[in-house]
Every structure is written in structure tokens, then in C-alpha cells.
């Protein structure tokens, strides 16, 4: 996949007059792309337009207009981005009452490390980015990449998709939704 280029990050006043209607059409493309697994893990597999949304509501958030600060930026979002033959997805551990999060951080230390995307049948591991999980507790935010093989590439649009976590405190197995299967194959022939 592409990587985003300067060029394609809109200025902030211009941004500003699409950015409700580009929300709108970035949410519905990230529920396309989300799928639930358990009762409070989901991940979001990123694509150009996922992360460049994700770019430009940095730049807006903090006010960026230093050419530099948002190359930067870009270039941070950019490791988001899979390489050829791979998907990649945020994790997110989603637990709103905060007793209840730091209750479970402590018991989910490699979770990140436990995630199986199944195709067809056959398991691919997703390989974690390092350092997002301490010996006491985890982060709530992973980043997860799946080396997909070609033909297991191709079996994806057919939709016999499951995301696994094989975690000793958290094992769930979820179906992927036909939509989901259909977005992530796209990505293959981008």
C-alpha cells in the first residue's frame, strides 16, 4: 500500500470546510473495517484513508502548521500503513469504566502477542509492535500486522475470515463480516 505524501494532507482551513462530511464517510468506512472480538476488543485494519483521516485530526488537534511537524506526523501515521502482502490493525481494548479497565490491564500483558487471523481455515499470526506492553499492565491501543500469503490473499474474498485472541485471560474467536472480508480484500489490490 502507498504510503500518504505530503501533497495529500489538506491545510487546516481547507480541512476544516470538508471535515464534517469526510467524518461521516470515515466512520462508515471504519465499521466496514472493525470487527468486534469478545466482549470489549475490536480492531480497526487501516487503510490510506483510515490513516490519513487519523494525520489529519492530529495536525487539527494540535494546531500544526509547521511544515516539518506535519511531515512528521505523516511519517509517524505512515508506519500504520501495511506493506505489500500484509493487513494491519489497531487494537483497541475498549472498557469505559476506568475501575473496571484497571482491573483488567494487569491480566491482559501480551494480549497483543495472542491474535490469529484465521483464512479458510488456516492461521496467520499477527505480528505485534514491540514495547506497548509492560510486565505489570498493557497498553489499551495495539498495533497488530498479518502476513498474509497470495493465496490465502485471494481466499479472503471469499469470506471464511475469523480473528482469534489465544490469551490465557481473554480468548474469543469472531466471524468477519462478507462487507469486512470484501474491504480487506480490496486492500490486496490496491
Known amino acids: 500500500m502507498e504510503k500518504i505524501q505530503r501533497n495529500e494532507v489538506m491545510s487546516l482551513p481547507d480541512y476544516e470546510k470538508v471535515r464534517a462530511e ?8 471504519k465499521d466496514r473495517r472493525r470487527v468486534f472480538v469478545g466482549s470489549f476488543v475490536s480492531f480497526v485494519f487501516e487503510n490510506q484513508e483510515t490513516v490519513r ?19 512528521e506526523e505523516i511519517d509517524i501515521y505512515n508506519e500504520m500503513l501495511p506493506d505489500a502482502g500484509q493487513l494491519s490493525a489497531t487494537m483497541f481494548i475498549e472498557i469505559a469504566d476506568m475501575g473496571e479497565l484497571r482491573a483488567w490491564l494487569p491480566h491482559l500483558v501480551n ?12 492461521a ?8 506497548r506492553s509492560e510486565e505489570d499492565r498493557t497498553s489499551t491501543v495495539h498495533y497488530v500486522r498479518f502476513n498474509v500469503p497470495p493465496h490465502l490473499q485471494q481466499a479472503l474474498a471469499n469470506g471464511q475470515v475469523e480473528i482469534a485472541i489465544e490469551h490465557p ?13 470484501a474491504a480487506l480484500a480490496e486492500d490486496f489490490a490496491a
Open 53 to 71: 483521516w487519523q494525520i489529519q485530526e492530529m495536525v487539527r488537534a494540535e494546531a500544526v502548521t509547521r511544515e516539518e511537524k506535519i511531515q
Open 111 to 122: 494480549i497483543e502477542h495472542s491474535v490469529k487471523l484465521y483464512i479458510g481455515g488456516e
Open 22 to 29: 469526510l467524518r461521516t464517510h470515515i466512520m462508515a468506512l
Open 169 to 181: 485471560h481473554y480468548t474469543f474467536r469472531t466471524a468477519v463480516t462478507p462487507e469486512s472480508c
Open 124 to 131: 496467520v499470526n499477527g505480528v505485534a509492535e514491540e514495547g
